[in-house]
RNA sequence: CGGGAUGUAGCGCAGCUUGGUAGCGCACCUCGCUUGGGACGAGGGGGUCGCACGUUCGAAUCGUGUCAUCCCGACCA
C-alpha cells in the first residue's frame, strides 16, 4: 500500500473529548471517528486491526472444536419473553418497533437465539455436545458509553455458545474454552488473569472474566488477587477473611444514649470513643423498587451486586435522603441518616423492608446501632435480644486490599483491569424456560446444559493499545498490526533512495508481508511521527547512509535502531511475519 | 438516573463581559523553496456560530426553551 492513497487523517493533537489512551491514540491516529455517541465508525486500519483479532478468535474457536454461525442483529420481542427476560434486562436493551407495531431489539447478546437454532435443530444427545459462535456487531445502550472503543453502545463481540447433556460435559467444554481463551489472549499480545466473577444479567452459577491488567487508568473494574497461590477475583464476587478485630463493645448493659450530630460512623467513633468494629452500620438500598436494609459492620463496605444477589433483585441503587425520611415517616420514626437502624422498620412503597446482614455483624457483642431516634444511638446492644438478627446473614462486604486471602490466608492486593472476555456456565437458565431440549439415552427429554463464551472484539482491540504505547504513538503486536512495516524513503526526489526503498516494499510484499511505503513528497518528520503514531511493528528508513549500502532498522515495540543493509532489514521483517501464530 | 461542564470550519481553540454581520493554529488546494524528526514564503477554498423562540434597527454575543456532547458516580464485553 502506499501512504498517499491510504485513507488515514492523523491529527496533529488529541482530541478534547477523549480521556483514555486508547481512544486518544485511536482517533489521532486515524484508526476511528465517533458517528454518535458510543458508537464509532472503524476507518480502513482500525477495520485491519479488528479483522485480526477477529481471525485469532476464529482460529482458535475452530481448533476447539467450535463452528461459526451468524445470527439476525435485530430480535423479536417474543423470544425474549420466553427466556423472561424482555422485562428484566432494562434500558440497555435497544427496543424498537416495525411498521407493523411489533415489538423487536436490536442483539446486546444471543441466548434467546441460539436457544431457539438449538431446540430446532439438536434433538438427540447423538448431536450433542455442540458449541456455536459468531463475531457480530452487538449494541447496548448504556448509561453512559465512555473511553472510547472500551465501552461503546455499538460494539464487535464473538459469543460462543455451548451445548451439553450433562452438567459433567459443560465443565469440561468450560475448560476448553478457558484455554482457548489464553490462547486467543496470548496472540493478541495481551497478558490476561482469569478471575472469579458476578453471573450478572447473564445469569447461571459459575462465571469467571478475563482482564487485562494494564498501567494505565482504563481499567474500569477492580481486581483482587493473591501472590502466594492462585486466587484471583472481581470485585464484585471476591471474598477474604478478616484479621482479628476488637468485636465485643465496652458497653455492660444495653441502653439509649445521646450521641448528637453523628451523621456519619466516624462522627459517631469519635463522639463515644470506640472503635468502628463494634458499631453496626445499617445502610438503606431500593432494589427494583423494593426496600432493603443492609446491616455491616462499620468498618466495612457494602459490595452492591452482592447484596442485590442476595435478596435476588436485577437493580439496585442507595435510597436518597427523601425516600429515606418518608420510609421514616411511614413507620412512624422521625431520625435522619446515621442514626437508621432495623428496628421497627416494616414497609415502605407497598413492600416490607427486607433486612439482609453481613456476615461481620454475627458474632459481634455488645455493640452500637441505630434505633432510628434523631441524635440517639443503642449501645451494649445483643442479637437475640435487644435486636433480632436477620434471617438472612450473608456475605455482602466489598473486600480490601490487605485482608486475607480465603485460599491460602496471605494478604490480597487489588489492581485494575479491563475485562475482555467472560465465560458462564449458565446450566439450564434459557433452556428450562425456553423449553430447549433433546431425547437422552434413557428416552427421556432434557434441557441443554449450557455454557456462553464472549470476547470483545474491539475492546480486545483497543486494550491492546492501552497495553501497548509511548509518548510518540501505539505500538501493536505484530500478531494484531494493521500493517507489518512501512518503508520510508527520507527522499522521494533522490533516485537511488526510492529505488532502494521500492525493492525492499516489492521485497516484502512477495513474502507476504503486509507493508506500506511511505511515497509521500512529505518532510522526514512528517514521515517518522506518523509512522510512531500509527504504530507499525517496523520501519525501514532509506536515507543518506544508502550510499553506504545501509538502511536504517527500528523495531516500534522497544524503540531500537540500528543500520543494516537492505536485504538484511527484509529478511528479518520476513522472519518475524513467518512466525507469528 | 444524580452531580459538573461544553456546543463557533475536518481537528484544537479565541471572540461573548461592553450586541454592529466571524477570527487564529493545524489540516486541505495552487505556486515557489525545502528533504534525517510534525520547515518556510505567497495566494486560495471551506463555517446560516447546535436548534427554536424572544429582546433589539441589528444577536455568535442578551433571555427562555430545547437538543447534543463530554466528565464524575451506579451497570457491562
Not at 427466556?83 to 434486562?89: H, N
Not at 487508568?217 to 477492580?222: H, L, P, R, T, V
Not at 415517616?329 to 413492600?351: R, T
Request: overall charge negative; some cysteine; glycine content about 8%.
Amino acid at each position: 500500500m502506499k501512504m498517499s492513497k491510504l485513507f488515514v487523517q492523523t491529527l496533529r493533537e488529541f482530541p478534547s473529548d477523549a480521556e483514555v489512551i486508547s481512544h486518544k491514540m485511536l482517533v489521532r491516529a486515524g484508526y476511528i471517528r465517533k458517528l454518535t455517541s458510543g458508537v464509532y465508525n472503524y476507518l480502513p486500519l482500525m477495520w485491519r486491526v479488528l479483522k485480526k483479532v477477529e481471525n485469532i478468535v476464529r482460529e482458535e474457536m475452530d481448533k476447539a472444536g467450535a463452528q461459526e454461525l451468524l445470527m439476525p442483529f435485530v430480535q423479536p420481542k417474543e423470544l425474549w419473553e420466553e427466556s423472561g427476560r424482555w422485562e428484566v434486562y432494562g434500558k440497555e436493551l435497544m427496543r424498537l418497533k416495525d411498521r407493523h407495531n411489533r415489538e423487536m431489539c436490536l442483539g446486546p447478546t444471543h441466548e434467546e437465539i441460539i436457544t431457539s437454532i438449538a431446540r430446532d435443530g439438536l434433538k438427540s444427545y447423538k448431536q450433542l455436545p455442540v458449541n456455536l459462535y459468531q463475531i457480530q456487531s452487538k449494541f447496548r445502550d448504556e448509561v453512559r458509553p465512555r473511553f472510547g472503543l472500551l465501552r461503546g453502545r455499538e460494539f464487535i463481540m464473538k459469543d460462543a455458545y455451548s451445548f451439553d447433556t450433562s452438567e459433567e460435559g459443560l465443565k469440561k467444554e468450560y475448560e476448553n474454552m478457558a484455554k482457548a481463551y489464553s490462547r486467543i489472549f496470548k496472540r493478541c499480545g495481551l497478558n490476561t488473569k482469569m478471575v472469579q466473577s458476578d453471573s450478572g444479567a447473564i445469569g447461571g452459577s459459575v462465571s469467571h472474566e478475563f482482564m487485562v491488567i494494564t498501567d494505565t487508568d482504563a481499567g474500569e473494574n477492580d481486581v483482587f488477587y493473591c501472590d502466594s497461590c492462585d486466587y484471583s477475583a472481581n470485585s464484585n464476587h471476591a471474598i477474604s477473611n478478616l484479621p482479628e478485630a476488637n468485636i465485643v463493645g465496652k458497653y455492660e448493659k444495653a441502653e439509649i444514649i445521646d450521641t448528637p450530630d453523628t451523621h456519619s460512623i466516624e462522627e459517631l467513633s469519635d463522639f463515644l470513643k470506640i472503635p468502628s468494629t463494634i458499631i453496626v452500620k445499617t445502610l438503606v438500598y431500593i432494589v427494583d423498587k423494593k426496600p432493603v436494609l443492609a446491616l455491616i459492620r462499620a468498618d466495612k463496605q457494602v459490595e452492591e451486586t452482592k447484596l442485590m444477589n442476595a435478596v435476588g433483585g436485577v437493580d439496585i441503587r442507595i435510597a436518597t435522603a427523601g425516600e429515606i425520611e418518608e420510609m421514616m415517616g411511614v413507620n412512624g420514626f422521625d431520625a435522619a441518616k446515621g442514626f437508621i437502624g432495623p428496628n421497627g422498620l416494616k414497609e415502605y412503597n407497598g413492600y416490607p423492608v427486607t433486612i439482609i446482614a453481613d456476615n461481620t455483624v454475627k458474632e459481634m457483642k455488645n455493640f452500637v446501632i441505630g434505633i432510628n431516634q434523631e441524635d440517639k444511638h443503642g449501645v451494649g446492644y445483643n442479637w437475640g435480644s435487644e435486636v433480632k438478627l436477620p434471617e438472612i446473614v450473608t456475605d455482602i462486604r466489598l473486600v480490601e486490599a490487605g485482608e486475607l486471602c480465603p485460599q491460602c490466608g496471605k494478604p490480597l492486593k487489588v489492581t485494575r483491569g479491563i475485562e475482555v472476555g467472560n465465560i458462564f456456565q449458565l446450566g439450564t437458565k434459557y433452556s428450562k424456560p425456553m423449553n430447549a431440549v433433546f431425547t437422552d439415552v434413557d428416552g427421556k427429554t432434557k434441557p441443554y446444559v449450557m455454557g456462553c463464551y464472549g470476547i470483545g472484539i474491539s475492546r480486545t482491540a483497543a486494550a491492546a493499545v492501552e497495553a501497548h504505547y509511548d509518548e510518540f504513538g501505539i505500538k501493536w503486536p505484530l500478531a494484531i498490526a494493521p500493517y507489518h512495516a512501512i518503508v520510508i524513503p527520507v527522499s522521494t526526489k533522490d533516485e537511488l533512495q526510492m529505488k532502494v526503498a521500492n525493492d525492499i516494499y516489492e521485497t516484502l510484499k512477495k513474502h507476504g508481508v503486509e507493508v506500506v511505503i511511505d511515497d509521500r513528497d512529505e518532510r522526514p518528520g512528517v514521515k517518522f511521527k506518523d509512522a510512531e503514531l500509527i504504530g507499525f511493528s517496523y520501519i525501514i528508513t532509506v536515507g543518506k547512509s544508502i550510499n553506504e549500502g545501509l538502511v536504517e532498522f527500528k523495531t516500534r515495540e522497544t524503540n531500537e535502531k540500528s543500520q543494516m543493509k537492505p536485504e538484511d532489514a527484509a529478511e528479518i521483517v520476513v522472519t518475524a511475519v513467518h512466525n507469528i501464530k
